[in-house]
């Protein structure tokens, strides 16, 4: 039976799947399976699945019809053996050792999750920016402001942590990671954070995460969610999330207007929160503001850091 079982929602992927499995076939660990979940392509990805299944006994693949992330997820975490639960979507790359990390942190029973660091490219090997970790574990607090765990990709929990929490909800296609991640936490997981590279987030507009619109709306479904445990959001909390959606604005092309607006947004709110730490809040605002005078690449580099 496989130590690690490794979910993979898979939708209209074929232009980035081969790499996505690839990295998880060049894992240093071999105690893995791969549940790959296509959620009803209609561009040829189920056909790469299925030649990867096809020279790989460890890779399994479901189809279901289209019904969403959450959904592909859920179903793959059914069909799962491993005491480990592991997420990676079909545009993201492990790096070669995660599975090695993990398998350390996982020898401490007191801990029922792990997240890493996560490097954003465009082109691999060329990384923008990496993300920050913790010092100490996850909280609501932190949910509540810029998800540290920032992608799917990046989260592995034990089996029962999953049974006693439940699964994702499959109403929301935006921030369904961050309200399942919220009620694990309010639950009581130790989620322990790792100051090691996992991830290579691949930057792109034509993710779900390009729809800001959706995100904010479904963010309130995951508020809802905090608010049984006791959380509501500060100014600080609101500012720093205005601050995520403003760079996530910028990096994905949205225009001027847009990343100007959520930055007076999260500045009313609070500016001590928008702005600080300088490198990311002081960077974004200047981006967000003289972004018309800049060539592109130019301002990505300053708000991307």
Known sequence: MPKF???????NAMETVDASIAAVVAQTRWDWELIC??????????????????????IHVIRQENAGPSVARNRGV?????????????????VETKLKQLADAFSDSRIDGVYGKIAFFERFGHIETTSTVATGLLTIPELLGENPVCT????????????????FAEGLVHNEDLEWLIRLVGLGAVIQP??????????SGAGLSSDLRKMAHSRALALTTA?????????????????????????????????RRLTLEGLSK?????LFPLRRGGATALAAFVAPLLPNPVHRKIFSK
Not at 78 to 94: E, M, P, S, V
Not at 194 to 203: F, G, I
Not at 270 to 274: A, I, Q, V, Y
């Open 227 to 259: 608010a049984r445990f006791g959380y509501v959001p500060d100014a600080t909390q609101e500012a720093i999330y205005l601050r995520y959606l403003a760079r996530r604005a910028l990096r994905l092309d949205k225009g001027r207007g847009v990343a």
């Open 37 to 58: 979940v296509d959620d009803g392509s209609s561009d040829g990805t189920l056909q790469r699945l299925q030649s990867w299944a096809m020279a790989d006994s460890r």
């Open 5 to 11: 079982s490794i979910i993979m929602p898979c939708f």
């Open 152 to 167: 799917m990709s990046n989260i592995s929990v034990r089996r029962e942590v999953i049974t006693h929490c439940g699964g």
């Open 270 to 274: 609070s500016p001590r929160g928008f």
């Open 194 to 203: 790792m100051n090691d590279l996992h991830v290579w987030y691949r930057s």
């Open 78 to 94: 059914q069909d799962a053996q491993g005491a480990i639960i592991c997420f990676c979507d079909a545009d993201d790359l492990w």
